[in-house]
């Protein structure tokens, strides 16, 4: 189930919402939304449904041991951490080792072709996180229901962002329906649901025929590798709103995943911007205990390279990921050495631009030999014959150019500015949404994958 879906608009959120109202006590409601978030995830996952009851109730035990402190509870953190970190090798990463395995060695190793659980890097991340907060806190939920909650929690369950239990412990025990609260989720989520299905999808139908042509020229290039940059954000941050908006209306405050990234100064700026829940795990979990910037130059860049490599591999199980990951430590380190170092901030926001959009393309290839063939026409594509112009022109459609240059428009921090206009655009924009479910039968979410 998705949320640009009118099983979920008509059917399973009003039916939800009107049981969670009626609801008496905070415990009924929460036993409410771990029912509807398990039907949620097995709508889609029916078997692995119960593989995330199993993690859940396994990292309960796991963080109680882990708040013990000690020996007991760097035992337990060990043992919990290689345990989910274990299981999400095994199911996002199983196949990907044997391939390269066999390739190195020349073995046939057969492939396990392992499904993967939906938004299995997202809960899995939270998990960990939820047990390392214990270890370091030496506080832990003694209610497992409550961490199930956490876990399932639908709003954020299937593509994030990654919600730190610390974010909403209290939420979890005490809020109220609010009214107020409500209307601003609704507005959010219609606003995350505008982004996708109105400018997302229509630009990834841009991009996907892009890549279709058989003459790729330096324009056409170009055109995919801004309307890829610009389809992803919309596609992400628009469903990070409606996890957010969501979130709101069932009293949960989760904290923003992104902050206008496309008007960023240098790649730390993007990262600071961009998908804010992942880079913050990232920083917290991995960068910091390693020792973060405080031991040298050297360790602080080693540190860098390696998280941006994980960041790499975390999103998927195939080389163009690990480049992506690579391309962008390599400029996060030239960077923070100082050999890149740009103080006019339109030569900087650029220079960030022509980075980020060259790697989403390096992002959104099938393979490596993809990868190359777009970013070397990116820059020596200067091929002007009647067919690669031809097929250029033809994505060029009156509606394209419009929804490209709205995404251009609202990329950029705007939208604040129309904020007593709120409920008439906000109710034009679900119908237009609703009609744009009704007719329409493109409708990916990219981030499912991850």
Same mark, same amino acid.
């Given at each position: 189930m998705v949320f640009g879906s009118a099983v979920f608009l008509f059917g399973f959120l009003p039916v939800v919402l009107c049981l969670y109202i009626a609801m008496p006590s905070l415990v009924f409601k929460n036993a409410l939304l771990i029912l509807a978030s398990l039907l949620f995830y097995g709508f889609g996952e029916p078997v692995y449904v119960f593989l995330m009851i199993f993690s859940a109730f396994f990292n309960y035990l796991i963080g109680l041991l882990a708040a013990k402190g000690g020996k007991k509870g760097r035992f337990g953190l060990a043992v919990g951490a290689a345990a989910d970190i274990g299981c999400l090798c095994y199911f996002k990463y199983a196949d990907f080792f044997l391939q390269n395995l066999n390739l190195v060695l020349g073995t046939e190793i057969p492939l396990r072709n392992i499904a993967l659980p939906i938004g299995i890097s997202f809960f899995t991340f939270q998990e960990i996180s939820y047990i390392a907060d214990a270890y370091k806190t030496g506080k832990c939920q003694k209610n497992p229901f409550k961490i199930l909650l956490y876990v399932s929690l639908f709003p954020q369950l299937i593509a994030g962002p990654i919600v730190k239990?610390?974010?909403?412990?209290?939420?979890? %025990?005490d809020r109220r329906f609010s009214f107020d609260d409500a209307s601003e989720g609704v507005c959010r989520f219609i606003f995350g649901l505008s982004k996708k299905l109105l400018i997302a999808n229509t630009l990834g139908l841009m991009v996907d025929n892009i890549l279709a042509f058989e003459n790729i020229n330096i324009l056409s290039a170009w055109l995919c590798a801004l309307g890829? %940059?610009?389809?992803?954000?919309?596609?992400?941050?628009?469903?990070?709103?409606?996890?957010?908006?969501?979130?709101?209306?069932?009293?949960?405050?989760?904290?923003?995943?992104?902050?206008?990234?496309?008007?960023?100064?240098?790649?730390?700026?993007?990262?600071?911007?961009?998908?804010i829940s992942l880079s913050s795990w990232f920083r917290d979990y991995v960068y910091i205990p390693l020792g973060g910037n405080r031991k040298g130059r050297l360790r602080t860049n080693l540190n860098l390279a390696f998280v941006f490599l994980l960041t790499g591999f975390w999103h998927g199980a195939s080389w163009n990921f690990v480049i992506w990951g690579i391309w962008h430590g390599f400029f996060r380190i030239a960077e923070n050495t100082g050999i890149i170092k740009i103080k006019n901030n339109i030569v900087a926001r650029i220079y960030t631009l022509v980075c980020v959009a060259v790697g989403f393309m390096i992002f959104r290839a099938e393979n490596m030999r993809q990868a190359v063939y777009m970013v070397k026409n990116m820059f020596s594509g200067f091929d002007f014959s009647a067919a690669a112009l031809a097929d250029f022109v033809s994505v060029l459609s009156p509606y394209n150019i419009f929804i490209f240059f709205a995404a251009v428009v609202f990329c950029l921090p705007l939208f604040k500015r129309i904020e007593k206009f709120r409920f008439p655009l906000f109710a034009g924009l679900f119908v237009l949404c609703v009609l744009n479910i009704a007719s329409a039968g493109y409708n990916p979410f990219i981030y499912f994958r991850f």
């Open positions: 239990y610390g974010d909403i412990e209290r939420e979890l %025990s890829y %940059s610009l389809q992803l954000y919309f596609d992400f941050s628009g469903y990070s709103d409606m996890a957010i908006g969501l979130g709101r209306i069932f009293g949960f405050h989760f904290n923003e995943n992104f902050n206008y990234p496309y008007i960023a100064l240098s790649i730390k700026d993007f990262w600071n911007r961009w998908h």
